[in-house]
C-alpha cells in the first residue's frame, strides 16, 4: 500500500500569512501515460465531510478561492494557501488515488490561526 | 445539484450488523463509481470500499474485507454498504462519495460526499 506522510501535524499561522502543507508518498502517483499525478487535497471543517480542493496535484476544483495553490508532482507534494483568512481554519488532507485501491491519505494537517 | 444522503448508521453491539445506504441525486448515478470512506472518531479519513458503475467490480480495505460488502441499485440511484461481524474499531463516520474511471486503471478524485452517516459499536 502507498503510505502518504503529511508534515506537520498542525500549524498556527497568522491572518494574511502562508501556510504551507507537505505531503509525502512511498511511491510515485505520477502516471507516465498521461503524466498526470493522482494526488489531491480535501479540507475538512468540524462536523462538516471533507471537501475537495485539489486534484491532479496542482488542478484546483470549481469554486475554490485561488489563494489554494497545489504543487509537486512524483513523491513530493505541497498545499499552499497563500494569505490565510479565518474560514480556511481546518484540518487538511492529501489523499492518493493512483491505480487500484486502497487509496490512501495522509494523517492530515490542522490549520489555526495564530 | 449533486447530493448524497447516508442513512442507516446507529448503534450497534459487538458482533452485530448494520447496513448503511447512501441516495444519490443530480447526476447520473450510473455513470460513476462509488465509494466508502469512514472516520473514526478524533481520527483521520480512512478509505473502505469501492463499486464500479455497474456494480461488477468491487475493491476494499483489508480492515474489512470479508465483513463488509458493498452494492448498488442503479434503478433505485442508491449504494449500499452491509456492515456484519462489526467491531469496537469499526465505530465511525461513514461517508459515500462519487468518482469517475477513465479507463485502463485511472481513476479521478471524489468531487462529491455526503454528510456521512455515524456508526458506534459498543455493547
Known amino acids: 500500500d502507498i503510505v502518504m506522510t503529511q508534515s506537520p501535524d498542525s500549524l498556527a499561522v497568522s491572518l494574511g500569512e502562508r501556510a504551507t502543507i507537505n505531503c509525502k508518498s512511498s511511491?510515485?502517483?505520477?502516471?507516465?501515460?498521461?503524466?498526470?499525478?493522482?494526488l489531491a487535497w480535501y479540507q475538512q471543517k468540524p462536523g462538516q465531510p471533507p471537501k475537495l480542493l485539489i486534484y491532479?496535484?496542482?488542478t484546483r476544483e470549481s469554486g475554490v478561492p485561488d489563494r489554494f495553490t497545489g504543487s509537486g508532482s512524483g513523491t513530493d507534494f505541497t498545499l499552499t494557501i497563500s494569505s490565510l483568512q479565518a474560514e480556511d481554519v481546518a484540518v487538511y488532507y492529501c489523499q492518493q488515488y493512483f491505480t487500484t485501491p486502497p487509496w490512501t491519505f495522509g494523517q492530515g494537517t490542522k490549520v489555526e490561526i495564530k | 445539484q449533486v447530493q448524497l444522503v447516508e442513512s442507516g448508521g446507529g448503534l450497534v453491539k459487538p458482533g452485530g450488523s448494520l447496513r448503511l445506504s447512501c441516495a444519490a441525486s443530480g447526476f447520473t448515478f450510473s455513470d460513476y463509481y462509488m465509494s466508502w470512506t469512514r472516520q473514526a472518531p478524533g481520527k483521520g479519513l480512512e478509505w473502505v470500499s469501492y463499486?464500479?458503475?455497474?456494480?461488477?467490480?468491487?475493491y476494499y480495505a483489508d480492515s474489512v474485507k470479508g465483513r463488509f460488502t458493498i452494492s448498488r441499485d442503479n434503478a433505485k440511484n442508491s449504494l449500499y454498504l452491509q456492515m456484519n461481524s462489526l467491531r469496537a474499531e469499526d465505530t465511525a463516520v461513514y461517508y459515500c462519495?462519487?468518482?469517475?474511471?477513465?479507463?485502463?486503471?485511472?481513476?479521478?478524485?471524489?468531487?462529491?460526499w455526503g454528510q456521512g452517516t455515524l456508526v458506534t459499536v459498543s455493547s
Open positions: 491532479w496535484a496542482s
Open positions: 511511491q510515485s502517483v505520477l502516471y507516465s501515460s498521461n503524466n498526470n499525478n493522482y
Open positions: 462519495a462519487s468518482f469517475r474511471y477513465y479507463g485502463s486503471g485511472s481513476y479521478g478524485p471524489s468531487h462529491y
Open positions: 463499486i464500479s458503475n455497474s456494480g461488477r467490480t468491487t
